[in-house]
């Protein structure tokens, strides 16, 4: 990235060449080449860890009795693209539900990938005296559109290679997502390893640029608040876990199998915790709902994860302490983001506070929105967080609840300060 940095740095970083700071071929490679591989690698990698489970998966189910390995790696490429919003069907039922553990490991690759291709290129296009001045730079968009490009074609190859005809899967869902993925996280991963946003950034709105952290803080507090609910109500219900595995007389493989299964729809049921958090809850099939103000589930599929669910009961006198935590969790990540970046003034204090709660409630709502779907025929095709009132909920606690700690922190700041003088 020795074309970003200013002339003498640059000559620093070059070990002294004088021929200026674009002759470091490390970050001169060919742009075309690279950014496509790029992308390619992140959907082939990602790809290959789901064929090998789903090689696996077959043997774990009975020893490699029935089928063959291409069953499994049918089965684990069918799994790649359900990460991707592909969607399948399996004996006339239509399984939408994404399972977010295998999209978040894709979404990381993707990450991983757009850095190193942005630092790969970055002595491509004008120095950073040049980006400064206004002239235009079209390294980044260039290499994110060949990295989206690289995946794509290995998301199509799989979607066309792997599926059956009646499967069900959708390919043109499978590019949106991929195309989504890439823009989303692979061009910001592109723009800073090749340096470019660090340049940009001091274009973004103040407001906007300091409330960035303060809103990944909140999410990242609000996820593992949710976990921690979670695995609470597992360890509440493990002998209901337990009892569901006996139930289904499964062997040690089938057993093993039945866990790694449940491990990559642990986001999701994060996501359904966080929900129910915030108050609006989530359904597990048609006409159910499940909130603290009140749970009405009915027969559920044998599933050991379901065993987190509470059971069936009326409103509770200890709902409306829950619409608390958000308010908590909030307040506590914004006052830790001032505690490490003071505010300048109460009128930074308060647009900080607010941008960062609202973009975290709208984060949160999208990953709402992806966390459901249909599992299955009849009453399971209805199985996810009420979006709407999820977002409706997160904006309003995560931006009142940084809206108190912001305002706090700052008063205690500057209380001291006056005490200091």
Request: glycine share 14%.
């Given at each position: 990235?020795?074309?970003?940095?200013?002339?003498?740095?640059?000559?620093?970083?070059?070990?002294?060449?004088?021929?200026?700071?674009?002759?470091?071929?490390?970050?001169?490679?060919?742009?075309?080449?690279?950014?496509?591989?790029?992308?390619?690698?992140?959907?082939?990698?990602?790809?290959?860890?789901?064929?090998?489970?789903?090689?696996?998966?077959?043997?774990?189910?009975?020893?490699?009795?029935?089928?063959?390995?291409?069953?499994?790696?049918?089965?684990?490429?069918?799994?790649?693209?359900?990460?991707?919003?592909?969607?399948?069907?399996?004996?006339?039922?239509?399984?939408?539900?994404?399972?977010?553990?295998?999209?978040?490991?894709?979404?990381?690759?993707?990450?991983?990938?757009?850095?190193?291709?942005?630092?790969?290129?970055?002595?491509?296009?004008?120095?950073?005296?040049?980006?400064?001045?206004?002239?235009?730079?079209?390294?980044?968009?260039?290499?994110?559109?060949?990295?989206?490009?690289?995946?794509?074609?290995?998301?199509?190859?799989?979607?066309?290679?792997?599926?059956?005809?009646?499967?069900?899967?959708?390919?043109?869902?499978?590019?949106?997502?991929?195309?989504?993925?890439?823009?989303?996280?692979?061009?910001?991963?592109?723009?800073?390893?090749?340096?470019?946003?660090?340049?940009?950034?001091?274009?973004?709105?103040?407001?906007?640029?300091?409330?960035?952290?303060?809103?990944?803080?909140?999410?990242?507090?609000?996820?593992?608040?949710?976990?921690?609910?979670?695995?609470?109500?597992?360890?509440?219900?493990?002998?209901?876990?337990?009892?569901?595995?006996?139930?289904?007389?499964?062997?040690?493989?089938?057993?093993?199998?039945?866990?790694?299964?449940?491990?990559?729809?642990?986001?999701?049921?994060?996501?359904?915790?966080?929900?129910?958090?915030?108050?609006?809850?989530?359904?597990?099939?048609?006409?159910?709902?499940?909130?603290?103000?009140?749970?009405?589930?009915?027969?559920?599929?044998?599933?050991?994860?379901?065993?987190?669910?509470?059971?069936?009961?009326?409103?509770?006198?200890?709902?409306?302490?829950?619409?608390?935590?958000?308010?908590?969790?909030?307040?506590?990540?914004?006052?830790?983001?001032?505690?490490?970046?003071?505010?300048?003034?109460?009128?930074?204090?308060?647009?900080?506070?607010?941008?960062?709660?609202?973009?975290?409630?709208?984060?949160?709502?999208?990953?709402?929105?992806?966390?459901?779907?249909?599992?299955?025929?009849?009453?399971?095709?209805?199985?996810?967080?009420?979006?709407?009132?999820?977002v409706v909920h997160a904006v309003s606690a995560f931006g009142v609840g940084g809206l108190v700690g912001a305002v706090a922190t700052t008063w205690w700041q500057r209380r001291g300060s006056e005490a200091a003088q």
């Open positions: 990235m020795t074309s970003l940095l200013p002339p003498s740095t640059a000559r620093d970083a070059t070990a002294g060449t004088r021929t200026g700071p674009g002759a470091d071929p490390a970050h001169r490679r060919p742009l075309v080449l690279v950014a496509t591989f790029g992308g390619a690698a992140a959907a082939a990698g990602t790809l290959l860890v789901c064929l090998a489970l789903g090689v696996v998966g077959w043997f774990l189910s009975d020893a490699g009795a029935h089928g063959t390995a291409s069953d499994g790696l049918r089965v684990g490429a069918t799994g790649w693209l359900l990460g991707h919003g592909s969607g399948v069907r399996v004996q006339g039922a239509v399984l939408t539900a994404v399972p977010l553990g295998i999209t978040l490991v894709c979404a990381w690759a993707v990450w991983r990938l757009g850095l190193r291709v942005g630092d790969a290129v970055s002595g491509h296009g004008p120095d950073a005296d040049r980006i400064a001045d206004g002239e235009r730079d079209w390294t980044v968009p260039v290499a994110a559109a060949l990295l989206t490009a690289g995946y794509v074609v290995v998301a199509v190859l799989t979607s066309a290679v792997a599926t059956a005809p009646d499967s069900g899967v959708g390919t043109g869902r499978v590019v949106v997502w991929a195309v989504l993925l890439c823009l989303v996280l692979g061009a910001p991963a592109v723009a800073v390893g090749s340096g470019r946003a660090a340049i940009w950034a001091g274009r973004l709105p103040v407001p906007l640029r300091l409330a960035l952290p303060a809103c990944r803080g909140i999410l990242a507090g609000w996820l593992l608040v949710s976990g921690a609910a979670l695995l609470g109500a597992l360890l509440l219900d493990l002998g209901t876990a337990a009892n569901v595995l006996s139930q289904l007389h499964t062997d040690a493989g089938a057993a093993t199998l039945l866990v790694l299964l449940s491990l990559l729809v642990v986001p999701n049921a994060v996501v359904f915790a966080g929900s129910y958090l915030l108050g609006p809850g989530f359904t597990v099939g048609v006409g159910t709902v499940v909130s603290p103000s009140v749970v009405a589930i009915g027969p559920l599929p044998m599933f050991p994860l379901l065993a987190a669910l509470p059971d069936d009961r009326q409103p509770s006198t200890w709902a409306a302490a829950v619409a608390v935590v958000p308010v908590v969790v909030a307040a506590v990540a914004l006052a830790r983001d001032h505690r490490a970046r003071p505010a300048g003034g109460w009128g930074e204090a308060v647009a900080r506070a607010l941008v960062a709660g609202v973009l975290a409630g709208l984060a949160f709502g999208l990953l709402a929105a992806l966390a459901g779907g249909a599992v299955g025929p009849g009453r399971m095709r209805e199985v996810g967080p009420f979006e709407l009132e999820v």
